[in-house]
């Protein structure tokens, strides 16, 4: 079968697609043969060897991935469509994939769809639920709104019944936070005086912030009092932010990290019931991946070096057939 595969850790230039041997499933995985692959940001820091998790050289990319199971366990049958997730590995024609992390899709959801929910929709999930304690009626504000964690947190927000705000670099990009469905767009440059006068100065409840670097300061500054910033990563490439805490005490608001696959990856079933959690909003429409750019399997190198650049507009899928 064939595999985009990192040789070398030298970036997305270098990323080939070529044959591997197929995989064999064990007792708890399900056999999927692949449609399409969601392209992630983890994809690009793999690429780069960047990420936290170092797997042998070589490897397979693709944390996300969507198609129909040829082999599983129970509640798993031939034919089915499934969305996948994984720390790397899913960019091949098939992918043998633990079931506790292997979803039946919903028949009106496409494989290209079901490619772009899993990291990121899971992720936000995680990040609103779980350490946000979002309550319906709140305000979100989304950092990086345009991408593929902040159209889905934009998404997942609304279906937690909450008010979103989308902070975006350009009007292109604003375009896509507002089909996402966000309530309200604002430009980065500025955002914090924006912020409040949407808010009539009281501040915003929670702030997904996936961009890291010079705005974390004022981010801080637009939670309402027992705010909560919720750090999902870094994109803006700046460093990483640091904390005067006595501002923490002063106006009682929190940082809190989102680390979704160190906590999920390793509590069984935990994955599957965020899962059951989403399903009722994919039902109701009001979580509906935007897709943006699609490649074709050799370019996957392609499609994680547009993301390099940030002309990434909503999620991107490569098709592997």
Known sequence: MRAAQVVTTTG?????????????????????????VGVSFPDLLLS?????????????????????????????EPGQRVAGVGGWGGAAELVANPAQ???????????????????????????????????AGETVLVHGAAGGVGTATIQVAKGYGARTIAVVSTEEKGAVARAAGADEVVLLDGFRAAVQELTDNRGVDVVLDVVGGDVFTDSLRVLATQGRLLVVGFAAGQGIPEVKVNRLLL?????RGVGWGAFAMFRPGFMQEQWAELLPMLESGVVKPPIGATYDFDGFGRALADMDARRT????VVHVR
């Open 101 to 135: 992390s292997t979803f039946l899709l919903p028949d009106d959801v496409s494989y290209d769809e079901g490619a772009a929910l899993p990291m990121n929709y899971l992720t936000a999930q995680f990040a609103l639920a779980e350490r946000g304690q979002l309550r």
């Open 251 to 255: 106006n009682n608001v929190d940082v």
């Open 313 to 316: 507009l909503g999620k991107s």
């Open 12 to 36: 997305p230039a270098d990323v080939v697609v070529q044959d591997v041997p197929d995989p064999t499933p064990g007792p708890d995985d399900v056999l999927v043969e692949v449609h399409s």
């Open 48 to 76: 780069k060897g960047e990420y936290q998790l170092k797997p042998d050289l070589p490897f397979t990319l693709g944390v996300d991935f969507a198609g129909t199971v040829v082999s599983g366990p129970d509640g798993y």
